[in-house]
Antibody
Framework: QVQLQESGPGLVKPSQTLSLTCTVS??????????WSWIRQHPGKGLEWIGY???????YYNPSLKSRVTISVDTSKNQFSLKLSSVTAADTAVYYC????????????WGQGTLVTVSS | DIVMTQSPDSLAVSLGERATINCKSS????????????LAWYQQKPGQPPKLLIY???TRESGVPDRFSGSGSGTDFTLTISSLQAEDVAVYYC??????????FGPGTKVDIK
């Protein structure tokens, strides 16, 4: 069973770049059939899809964040990463990595999530 | 963008009773070519990530108890918990993937015990 674990700073200053990594275990990021995703949840609010990447490197981003988001993959480390630039307090959220499965069309595996606070 | 709405915002149901959550999409999420509704349901308990319950609007994920069922087509969908258990207290979200890769979630419905 695939397991996901987010890691990265819990505090980022305004205007800086938020960087998170998701480490995948229990399966290979190169196996295909999955898109490796980032989703965030503002405190007490709903879920917002940020973007995803295929193991080949193809990426798709939410248009509302596209100008600030970069998702990359490191197949040798079985990891994928999120960078969100020029952050503001509005980017304070719990960030989840998750798998989007092609056959079901749904997000079937999730990391535990990591809270990132944007504050000086 | 496809906008998802849910009703009610919250509900309280007695143990063993039925809970019904509604989800509506701003446009149809039914793909005519394969007759599938591109809709999923998730359960999120406090301090936990969402858990996939239902996909293709009515297909239960492996390991999900059969008291959870999904129904509906086009723009109107329902998640039913046939006999509410204490462990079902959570927020439930619907999500469309018709406009893949632009996924959108509903605002959530909180389910509590009466």
């Amino acid at each position: 069973q695939v397991q996901l674990q987010e890691s990265g700073p819990g505090l980022v200053k305004p205007s800086q770049t938020l960087s998170l990594t998701c480490t995948v275990s229990g399966g290979s990021i190169s196996s295909g059939g999955y898109y490796w995703s980032w989703i965030r949840q503002h405190p007490g609010k709903g879920l917002e899809w940020i973007g995803y990447i295929y193991y080949s490197g193809s990426t798709y981003y939410n248009p509302s964040l596209k100008s600030r988001v970069t998702i990359s993959v490191d197949t040798s480390k079985n990891q994928f990463s999120l960078k969100l630039s020029s952050v503001t307090a509005a980017d304070t959220a719990v960030y989840y990595c998750a798998t989007w499965e092609v056959s079901s069309g749904a997000f079937d595996y999730w990391g535990q999530g990591t809270l990132v606070t944007v504050s000086s | 963008d496809i906008v998802m709405t849910q009703s009610p915002d919250s509900l309280a149901v007695s143990l063993g009773e039925r809970a019904t959550i509604n989800c509506k999409s701003s446009q149809s999420v039914l793909y005519s070519s394969n007759n599938k509704n591109y809709l999923a349901w998730y359960q999120q308990k406090p301090g936990q990530p969402p858990k996939l319950l239902i996909y293709w609007a009515s297909t239960r994920e492996s390991g999900v108890p059969d008291r959870f069922s999904g129904s509906g087509s086009g723009t109107d969908f329902t998640l039913t918990i046939s006999s509410l258990q204490a462990e079902d207290v959570a927020v439930y979200y619907c999500q469309q993937y018709y406009s893949t890769p632009l996924f959108t979630f509903g605002p959530g419905t909180k389910v509590d015990i009466k």
